[in-house]
């Protein structure tokens, strides 16, 4: 027995001490060939085996094997994975791995996106793992509410209806760019979310510049830009298919396919989903059709074309109307609760509902003169067509919550089947309550153009134009007659009286021609550790409106002259690296941005134009610090922005009776604030995330006495705006958020993400503060809500596959997301929207 012993020992030595001898130790650092910087949170395994680590924020990894030889696999979301063999330990130096989508660098160029510890501005980038593992059905932008200084909510809940603030601007004053190319309503600066129904399948990262951001084109942000770029086509063939099912009767089913690079240089990818459902929210049935498409040519080595299409065909129904609290209190369907629809012969119909497709394509040239020179351009077109939907008629105020004879139910839904056997009774006399849709249609051109050459090894010249030609075509149409034999109208001078039909046109029809010249330049230095730039713009605004209704075919006054806005900027900032671990930056900017067009045409008609509205005027300035450490990341921003000259438009009841608008001058506003964000990489399996967002967004000044004048300068109105230090309302001014991610497996993730959202103060037109002492907006209650979400991979047969579950809102938190101030500034009289509750999702991806 101790002679068996001994022998077991003396084997138990030996094993050890080859294990020992054949142990190996590989390191190596990681980057991405379409930016040349680091790819933090790469996996690197060896072959054969579950060992594996990941790249730290620096793209730095060491992997430790039991093996004196031997293969590692290194991959990444959005790049070719790499095979290196390694004998013995082995510092593998810098590895980089190519892109797996051809042009996709050049479309970054273009895209102006921001480099961490070179580009001084405070951003925030989501990639595509990210977004396929959290979005599920969340409205797009609110992928990025752990973000500093965004607000996103489903605003009333139908889908496609979301929207985000970006440090207490609406999007209206938030460049939001896809591919480098402006997607803002060029007449409002608008961004409807719902026109882009299936970005999330197709995005390859999204990227939060806050402040005055890193786009080179001369796009006057306010509060920051959002940058979306989606992807080009495979380098290798292959594809997926999909689908997601979630509560409401949500369903979702997908497939992409991609050619990959073929011998000839051509690559194809294409993409497609269909998406419908009930809606959490009562009454908001939906369905969408999207589709993506991007062929890319090498022609040879100095010329590329690529050609994108992409779009979402969709119609949803919506809750338009904000509710008292007490309204969902008393309703039997609670946080639901939707007043804008109803049944009709025993079918959902909507009173209120949006329809819009807009395709949106673009062909991409990309030029290398030589060495040190180059030329991207994209010339693109959109053809936007749909609207939304509302009431019409002498007694459209029967849809109204206020008229309870034409519910089914106390707070029940629409009684249709009431409204039209009344209209059929009218007989000859038409319809007294119909529905319409208010269109927007548009045809949008534009080419955008940058020149990118070396000065030096230290110096980079930028510059480029920027062009864009938009159409809007407003109108409304008749939708349904409700029973009725036609609906009467008198608004159209060049066919009074008439008596429409389903398709025809009413209340009115013009044309809103807007015009866009930008030049910029921009002047790149970098050397060692100091990184900088100077950019100066320009641009010329146009705007010009032909009205079909007001004015005879035969009245000049039917079309206008056009009226042009001159605007400029300069920025410039620089970041310097103190080590390998701290970086400072800062940068300061002023902007004159063009009036909205409804400042230019305040009263809706061609005859009282503003034709010298005054420029908004922005002043910015931000200051960073950066840490990255082995485990440790963090960003610490404080930035402050003066916002003079807000366009304020007051309306007013003349002398006569008559309606009129008008500017008024002087409206300023504040907003500072401090932004922290962090990720902390407690063990290789466990990564942390959090983010602190602290707010001071305030009206500067107060407006007393200003004068309105009518044609012949006789004061009209006298206008005061008691607003000095009150808050600006409709965003959370404070926000934190607190996320774990946690790798259970080589092929199982597990995240849960916390949000914060606090000082979220009730919107209000300061033109209505016109009494001093008014007092604050209604400050909404604070809440808080938890995410989750789990993802496995696994091989089914030859093929590799996903299964994503995710679930937000875990605890079913009821909260106020967005709400209307109302009289006294208190609870009672506010007009709010709830937040979702309880919601989940469960998809699956087979890739081939």
Same mark, same amino acid.
């Given at each position: 027995?101790?002679?068996?012993?001994?022998?077991?020992?003396?084997?138990?030595?030996?094993?050890?001490?080859?294990?020992?001898?054949?142990?190996?130790?590989?390191?190596?650092?990681?980057?991405?060939?379409?930016?040349?910087?680091?790819?933090?949170?790469?996996?690197?395994?060896?072959?054969?085996?579950?060992?594996?680590?990941?790249?730290?924020?620096?793209?730095?990894?060491?992997?430790?094997?039991?093996?004196?030889?031997?293969?590692?696999?290194?991959?990444?979301? &959005?790049?070719?994975?790499?095979?290196?063999?390694?004998?013995?330990?082995?510092?593998?130096?810098?590895?980089?791995?190519?892109?797996?989508?051809?042009?996709?660098?050049?479309?970054?160029?273009?895209?102006?996106?921001?480099?961490?510890?070179?580009?001084?501005?405070?951003?925030?980038?989501?990639?595509?793992?990210?977004?396929?593992?959290?979005?599920?059905?969340?409205?797009?932008?609110?992928?990025?509410?752990?973000?500093?200084?965004?607000?996103?909510?489903?605003?009333?809940?139908?889908?496609?209806?979301?929207?985000?603030?970006?440090?207490?601007?609406?999007?209206?004053?938030?460049?939001?760019?896809?591919?480098?190319?402006?997607?803002?309503?060029?007449?409002?600066?608008?961004?409807?979310?719902?026109?882009?129904?299936?970005?999330?399948?197709?995005?390859?990262?999204?990227?939060?510049?806050?402040?005055?951001?890193?786009?080179?084109?001369?796009?006057?942000?306010?509060?920051?830009?959002?940058?979306?770029?989606?992807?080009?086509?495979?380098?290798?063939?292959?594809?997926?298919?999909?689908?997601?099912?979630?509560?409401?009767?949500?369903?979702?089913?997908?497939?992409?396919?991609?050619?990959?690079?073929?011998?000839?240089?051509?690559?194809?990818?294409?993409?497609?989903?269909?998406?419908?459902?009930? &809606?959490?929210?009562?009454?908001?049935?939906?369905?969408?059709?999207?589709?993506?498409?991007?062929?890319?040519?090498?022609?040879?080595?100095?010329?590329?074309?690529?050609?994108?299409?992409?779009?979402?065909?969709?119609?949803?129904?919506?809750?338009?109307?904000?509710?008292?609290?007490?309204?969902?209190?008393?309703?039997?369907?609670?946080?639901?609760?939707?007043?804008?629809?109803?049944?009709?012969?025993?079918?959902?119909?909507?009173?209120?509902?949006?329809?819009?497709?807009?395709?949106?394509?673009?062909?991409?040239?990309?030029?290398?003169?030589?060495?040190?020179?180059?030329?991207?351009?994209?010339?693109?077109?959109?053809?936007?067509?749909?609207?939304?939907?509302?009431?019409?008629?002498?007694?459209?105020?029967?849809?109204?919550?206020?008229?309870?004879?034409?519910?089914?139910?106390?707070?029940?839904?629409?009684?249709?089947?009431?409204?039209?056997?009344?209209?059929?009774?009218?007989?000859?006399?038409?319809?007294?309550?119909?529905?319409?849709?208010?269109?927007?249609?548009?045809?949008?051109?534009?080419?955008?153009?940058?020149?990118?050459?070396?000065?030096?090894?230290?110096?980079?010249?930028?510059?480029?134009?920027?062009?864009?030609?938009?159409?809007?075509?407003?109108?409304?149409?008749?939708?349904?007659?409700?029973?009725?034999?036609?609906?009467?109208?008198?608004?159209?001078?060049?066919?009074?009286?008439?008596?429409?039909?389903?398709?025809?046109?009413?209340?009115?029809?013009?044309?809103?021609?807007?015009?866009?010249?930008?030049?910029?330049?921009?002047?790149?230095?970098?050397?060692?550790?100091?990184?900088?730039?100077?950019?100066?713009?320009?641009?010329?605004?146009?705007?010009?409106?032909?009205?079909?209704?007001?004015?005879?075919?035969?009245?000049?006054?039917?079309?206008?002259?056009?009226?042009?806005?001159?605007?400029?900027?300069?920025?410039?900032?620089?970041?310097?690296?103190?080590?390998?671990?701290?970086?400072?930056?800062?940068?300061?900017?002023?902007?004159?941005?063009?009036?909205?067009?409804?400042?230019?045409?305040?009263?809706?008609?061609?005859?009282?134009?503003?034709?010298?509205?005054?420029?908004?005027?922005?002043?910015?300035?931000?200051?960073?610090?950066?840490?990255?450490?082995?485990?440790?990341?963090?960003?610490?921003?404080?930035?402050?922005?003066?916002?003079?000259?807000?366009?304020?438009?007051?309306?007013?009841?003349?002398?006569?009776?008559?309606?009129?608008?008008?500017?008024?001058?002087?409206?300023?506003?504040?907003?500072?604030?401090?932004?922290?964000?962090?990720?902390?990489?407690?063990?290789?399996?466990?990564?942390?995330?959090?983010?602190?967002?602290?707010?001071?967004?305030?009206?500067?000044?107060?407006?007393?006495?200003?004068?309105?004048?009518?044609?012949?300068?006789?004061?009209?109105?006298?206008?005061?705006?008691?607003?000095?230090?009150?808050?600006?309302?409709?965003?959370?001014?404070?926000?934190?958020?607190?996320?774990?991610?946690?790798?259970?497996?080589?092929?199982?993730?597990?995240?849960?993400?916390?949000?914060?959202?606090?000082?979220?103060?009730?919107?209000?037109?300061?033109?209505?503060?016109?009494?001093?002492?008014?007092?604050?907006?209604?400050?909404?209650?604070?809440?808080?809500?938890?995410?989750?979400?789990?993802?496995?991979?696994?091989?089914?047969?030859?093929?590799?596959?996903?299964?994503?579950?995710?679930?937000?809102?875990?605890?079913?938190?009821?909260?106020?997301?967005?709400?209307?101030?109302?009289?006294?500034?208190?609870?009672?009289?506010?007009?709010?929207?709830?937040?979702? &509750?309880?919601?989940?999702?469960?998809?699956?991806?087979?890739?081939?």
């Amino acid at each position: 027995m101790k002679k068996f012993s001994k022998c077991l020992l003396v084997l138990v030595v030996l094993l050890c001490t080859t294990l020992a001898f054949s142990q190996s130790t590989i390191s190596g650092k990681l980057l991405g060939s379409d930016m040349n910087e680091p790819l933090p949170g790469a996996n690197i395994v060896e072959k054969g085996t579950s060992n594996g680590t990941t790249t730290d924020f620096d793209g730095n990894f060491t992997l430790k094997t039991n093996a004196s030889s031997g293969e590692l696999v290194i991959t990444f979301v &959005g790049y070719n994975s790499q095979t290196i063999s390694f004998s013995g330990d082995q510092n593998l130096g810098t590895i980089t791995l190519a892109s797996s989508e051809v042009g996709l660098q050049e479309i970054q160029i273009i895209a102006s996106v921001a480099v961490d510890r070179k580009t001084p501005v405070a951003v925030s980038t989501v990639r595509a793992a990210d977004i396929e593992l959290k979005l599920g059905t969340q409205e797009f932008p609110e992928i990025l509410k752990s973000t500093p200084g965004v607000y996103a909510t489903k605003s009333g809940g139908g889908y496609g209806d979301g929207r985000i603030n970006l440090r207490g601007f609406s999007s209206e004053n938030v460049a939001v760019m896809i591919n480098g190319i402006p997607v803002n309503d060029m007449e409002n600066g608008a961004v409807y979310w719902s026109n882009w129904g299936g970005l999330g399948d197709v995005t390859s990262s999204m990227q939060v510049q806050r402040g005055l951001g890193a786009s080179k084109v001369a796009v006057p942000s306010v509060g920051g830009t959002i940058n979306i770029v989606t992807k080009t086509t495979d380098v290798e063939a292959g594809g997926n298919v999909y689908t997601t099912l979630a509560n409401d009767g949500y369903k979702k089913f997908g497939l992409t396919y991609s050619t990959g690079l073929m011998e000839n240089g051509l690559a194809a990818t294409v993409s497609a989903s269909k998406t419908d459902g009930d &809606g959490y929210v009562d009454g908001t049935e939906f369905n969408a059709v999207s589709y993506f498409i991007n062929l890319s040519k090498e022609i040879n080595d100095n010329h590329k074309l690529s050609f994108s299409a992409f779009g979402a065909k969709q119609r949803h129904g919506q809750r338009q109307n904000r509710q008292l609290i007490e309204t969902f209190n008393e309703s039997e369907r609670g946080k639901k609760f939707n007043a804008d629809w109803g049944y009709k012969n025993g079918q959902v119909t909507h009173v209120e509902d949006n329809f819009y497709h807009k395709p949106q394509m673009s062909l991409n040239h990309y030029w290398t003169l030589n060495d040190k020179t180059s030329v991207s351009t994209a010339a693109y077109a959109s053809f936007g067509s749909g609207g939304g939907g509302g009431t019409a008629g002498s007694l459209s105020s029967k849809f109204n919550l206020s008229s309870p004879d034409y519910r089914i139910g106390n707070l029940g839904t629409v009684d249709f089947d009431k409204i039209v056997d009344e209209n059929i009774a009218n007989g000859a006399n038409g319809s007294t309550a119909a529905l319409r849709a208010s269109r927007n249609d548009h045809i949008w051109y534009g080419i955008l153009s940058t020149l990118k050459t070396d000065l030096s090894d230290e110096l980079v010249l930028l510059g480029g134009l920027d062009f864009r030609d938009y159409t809007g075509i407003h109108f409304q149409e008749v939708t349904d007659l409700l029973g009725g034999q036609y609906l009467a109208d008198n608004s159209n001078v060049n066919n009074p009286n008439a008596a429409l039909q389903v398709g025809d046109k009413r209340s009115y029809h013009n044309d809103g021609k807007v015009g866009w010249l930008g030049v910029f330049g921009q002047l790149e230095y970098s050397k060692d550790k100091l990184a900088g730039f100077v950019s100066l713009s320009a641009s010329n605004t146009s705007y010009k409106r032909i009205d079909y209704f007001n004015y005879l075919d035969s009245d000049p006054l039917q079309e206008t002259d056009r009226y042009n806005f001159l605007g400029f900027g300069a920025k410039g900032g620089a970041n310097y690296n103190i080590d390998g671990n701290h970086n400072v930056f800062v940068n300061l900017g002023y902007f004159e941005k063009a009036p909205d067009f409804d400042a230019v045409f305040t009263q809706f008609d061609n005859e009282h134009i503003i034709e010298d509205a005054e420029n908004e005027k922005v002043l910015s300035f931000e200051l960073g610090y950066g840490f990255r450490g082995d485990r440790l990341t963090a960003n610490v921003n404080l930035y402050r922005t003066t916002w003079r000259d807000r366009t304020e438009t007051v309306g007013f009841q003349q002398p006569d009776g008559t309606f009129a608008s008008a500017n008024v001058l002087g409206v300023n506003a504040i907003h500072q604030g401090i932004e922290i964000d962090l990720v902390y990489k407690a063990t290789e399996k466990l990564k942390l995330t959090g983010m602190a967002s602290l707010g001071d967004w305030r009206w500067e000044n107060n407006i007393e006495n200003v004068t309105i004048l009518d044609e012949d300068q006789n004061v009209i109105r006298t206008v005061n705006l008691f607003i000095e230090d009150l808050h600006v309302g409709d965003a959370a001014q404070t926000t934190f958020a607190l996320g774990a991610n946690y790798q259970l497996t080589q092929d199982t993730k597990f995240t849960v993400d916390y949000n914060y959202f606090d000082n979220l103060y009730a919107d209000y037109d300061p033109s209505r503060r016109g009494v001093a002492g008014a007092p604050d907006a209604w400050k909404v209650p604070a809440y808080g809500v938890f995410d989750t979400a789990v993802s496995h991979g696994f091989k089914f047969g030859d093929f590799d596959a996903v299964l994503t579950a995710r679930m937000n809102n875990i605890f079913d938190t009821e909260y106020i997301s967005d709400a209307n101030d109302g009289a006294g500034s208190v609870s009672q009289t506010a007009l709010v929207y709830y937040g979702y &509750g309880r919601t989940f999702s469960v998809g699956a991806k087979l890739k081939f």
